[in-house]
């Protein structure tokens, strides 16, 4: 796996390790002065999109040196704040000086001036898997000693999940991955798993602190050997992994919720309920009978019913009950389920029919909320302990939840509610943003484009001109992982990795921590962001907190020297994850962190939130946007955005990883052949996705995986308007999330949701994309 012609840094340096997202390599130089970064031998499965890590460093689109936006310096000299044509105008290349003194400058006088509540710097993304120079952790550090900042809640990846476990399960249980079991336990209990939504191995390449083994493959595939059989309720069969005997049943998108509704009423009706494990586990069975057959508002959720909803046999539905209760059985939830409207009721029902068949707590079995969404999740049960970066306290509290960043923007003084609480938006003058793309992660991305034109000043740290370094006044070229040291940290995998500075930075490029230094001196608190360490210092200080905690691990200098420690190899019995098992073997002794000590299933303090998109016990709600709305009749396909196979989020999509996922340049959306065959669209063909919200261009591809109906883009393209300073431009890439609602999932968590209908047409003069040419300059 190759890339860059420049010479390392460091010759002695080659051949060590360096840590990524995607796993941990080794570095060395081919014959013709390439780098090379081969996946260590003891991965199993390593991933192929360490090939594309190793091109970042030189790719074109490297950002050369410090620039503004040329309408921010005009409107800076004239002293009439110009957002117009924030993403749509020419650059000006500036000296790090002017840079540093503008941005410190800036942040200060909007401080001053508006208070620091009118800074918004809750960044978002994968900025990093090393734990000393993540971009998050160094900016708010560094505006933490600034005087504070308005900052977000939760994650695009489950806070919907994360809200709603947090009242039913209780707050130890508020990362919805620490509900999962591991793969070992699965296969030992010989477990029936019933996985809504799938288990995808493309999401298993990656892990947020880096990785040394891919273990799902493998857990899978003992799984398999022990007998496990698997049955993936989901649109479309991709979802399905490679497993013998695995079965896919199709229903409509977004109807999990009714699906599971239909089971309970089953086991209800067949009295397959485990009353013991009810009366002595949970609360608010009765209400959740009530509702299940019927006698609260005259609907009796049988499998009839699921099954009209869902468009699947009901006889189906009624052999999944039986599957379930003869046990033992596992019911797994990937993070897209509770990622829609109304996403809390999915794992809310989840959890209950875990409950009403009474697996939750026993080794193997119960629920599993993500297997398969990370590469770490449902590994055994040990965990590495120690620290991040300090980030200090935040003197200013206000905060929103992390999906509403449109709204805040583009209606300050307004008030939401979230999670019990009555929420005011800020009036945000200037967003600072680091090691995140939301021109990728956020939903409806033309709305986004008019929220982003509300602040004064958008300051963006970055090391390529993607799109959110387009859309910045203040742009600072940042240094690649390539081009620094750090110490990467799996907690959840118990994988720890020392990633070696292999090349000298890019041009004018500098670490985030540098950039952050620089201001910090400008405004008089270098001493307390440094507090006098180097960053070799602080690597130290970092891996002593894990050595501390974990006498197994090696000294620093060994651990330098050797790459990497997994420390599952260094303990005698890393131990199983048995979720609730303390508390299913005595509650009494052991009680969850609710309210009632017990599993939920109706919350009392949920119910008197008074939501009506939320109320005290899992419900089904009809979503605005799915298959079954008037809205269908003329947008006839509901579109999934996945996370897709070839990339993590947006990163890497420029490089030959990227490239190679492509359709007629773009991103594929994949389609059902009959479906295609009615609209004259060919394989390979250039086709409009469009909806009232937007429109992109994509590169059909004909699959019969895909359920009629039904069409499945990737997220991640970079965005690509062909004209930027338009209102709603053609995006020529295939950025779905010019199409999806920027609506929350429900006052409770405020989630984001992707419900998203839309049509599908041939583009026969289709414009080029645009995304790959450079930015455009002008001189003062």
């Excluded at 193997?364 to 590495?384: D, E």
């Excluded at 935040?394 to 979230?418: K, Q, S």
């Amino acid at each position: 796996m190759t890339a860059s012609n420049r010479d390392p840094r460091d010759i002695a340096t080659l051949g060590l390790t360096v840590g990524t997202h995607w796993g941990a390599a080794a570095a060395s130089r081919l014959p013709d002065g390439r780098l090379r970064l081969e996946p260590v031998a003891d991965d199993p499965s390593p991933s192929a999109l360490m090939q594309g890590y190793a091109e970042l460093a030189d790719h074109p689109l490297r950002i050369g040196g410090p620039a503004v936006r040329e309408g921010w310096l005009e409107a800076r000299r004239s002293g009439r704040p110009d957002t117009r044509r924030r993403g749509a105008e020419p650059f000006v290349p500036v000296t790090w000086d002017e840079a540093v003194a503008l941005a410190a400058d800036e942040i200060h006088r909007v401080g001053r001036t508006f208070g620091n509540e009118s800074i918004f710097a809750g960044s978002y993304g994968w900025g990093s898997a090393g734990r000393f120079h993540h971009p998050q952790s160094q900016m708010k550090r560094f505006m933490t000693l600034a005087g504070g900042f308005t900052f977000a809640k939760n994650t695009y990846s489950h806070a919907a999940g994360s809200v709603l476990l947090g009242h039913v399960l209780g707050e130890e249980y508020g990362d919805p991955a620490s509900c999962t079991p591991d793969w070992a336990s699965i296969a030992s209990a010989g477990s029936f798993i019933l996985a809504f939504g799938g288990i995808t191995l493309r999401n298993t390449q990656v892990e947020a602190g880096g990785l040394v083994r891919h273990h799902v493959p493998g857990g899978l595939s003992r799984c398999a050997e022990a007998g496990c059989r698997l049955v993936v309720v989901s649109p479309t069969a991709d979802d399905v992994p490679d497993f013998p005997g695995a079965e896919c049943l199709s229903i409509r998108p977004g109807t999990d919720t009714a699906f599971m509704l239909g089971v309970a009423h089953a086991l209800i009706d067949e009295g397959l309920v485990d009353k013991a494990f009810l009366a002595r586990c949970t609360v608010g069975y009765k209400a959740v009978e009530t509702y299940v057959t019927g006698r609260d508002d005259g609907i009796a959720k049988t499998p009839e019913w699921a099954a009209a909803i869902c468009d699947c046999p009901p006889e189906r539905i009624r052999d999944i009950a039986g599957r379930l209760a003869a046990g033992p059985s596992l019911i797994a939830c990937a993070w897209s389920l509770q990622r829609a409207e109304f996403g809390e009721q999915a794992f809310w029902m989840a959890v209950t029919l875990a409950a009403l068949v009474g697996q939750i707590g026993r080794p193997g079995r119960g629920l599993a909320f993500g297997l398969g969404s990370m590469n770490a999740v449902g590994r055994h049960g040990a965990r590495l302990r120690g620290p991040a970066l300090p980030q200090g306290k935040n003197p200013v509290g206000t905060f929103i939840p992390v999906a509403r960043i449109a709204d805040m923007l583009l209606d300050p003084g307004a008030t939401i509610d979230y999670d019990g609480q009555r929420l005011t938006f800020p009036d945000i003058r200037l967003v600072y943003w680091v090691g995140g793309n939301p021109f990728h992660h956020h939903q409806d991305i033309n709305r986004l484009r008019r929220a982003w034109k509300r602040p004064e000043t958008i300051i963006v740290n970055e090391t390529h001109w993607n799109p959110i370094a387009r859309h910045a006044d203040i742009l600072f070229p940042v240094c690649v992982g390539l081009e620094r040291s750090d110490v990467c940290v799996a907690r959840r995998g118990c994988e720890i990795v020392y990633s070696h500075q292999i090349l000298a930075p890019r041009s004018e490029a500098k670490t985030d921590h540098e950039v952050f230094r620089l201001m910090a001196a400008r405004l008089g608190f270098e001493e307390a962001f440094t507090e006098g360490r180097t960053v070799d210092d602080w690597l130290r200080w970092i891996y002593a907190g894990y050595a501390g905690n974990h006498p197994e691990l090696p000294p620093f200098e060994r651990f330098r020297e050797i790459g990497m420690v997994d420390l599952a190899d260094l303990i005698a019995d890393p131990g199983p994850v048995v979720p609730l098992g303390a508390f299913v073997d005595n509650p009494d002794v052991a009680p969850l962190g609710t309210p009632s000590g017990r599993i939920e299933l109706f919350s009392q303090t949920i119910a008197s939130f008074g939501y009506a998109d939320c109320p005290g016990h899992a419900r089904w709600f009809e979503p605005g946007e799915w298959l079954g709305a008037r809205q269908a009749v003329r947008y006839p396909f509901h579109l999934l955005t996945p996370q897709p196979e070839n990339r993590l989020h947006s990163q890497l999509d420029q490089t030959s990883v990227g490239a190679a996922g492509k359709e007629a340049g773009r991103e594929p959306v994949l389609m059902n052949p009959q479906d295609a065959a009615r609209r004259g669209i060919g394989e390979g063909q250039v086709v409009r996705v469009f909806n009232d919200r937007g429109a992109c261009l994509a590169g059909a591809r004909l699959t019969a995986a895909v359920r009629s109906g039904v069409a499945v883009m990737a997220t991640g393209a970079w965005y690509d308007p062909d004209d930027p300073a338009a209102s709603a431009p053609l995006e020529r890439h295939g950025n779905p999330n010019v199409l999806t609602a920027d609506i929350g999932t429900s006052r409770l968590s405020q989630g984001p949701s992707v419900n998203c209908l839309v049509d599908i047409r041939p583009e026969p003069a289709p414009p080029a994309p645009g995304w790959n040419d450079p930015p455009l300059f002008s001189r003062r």
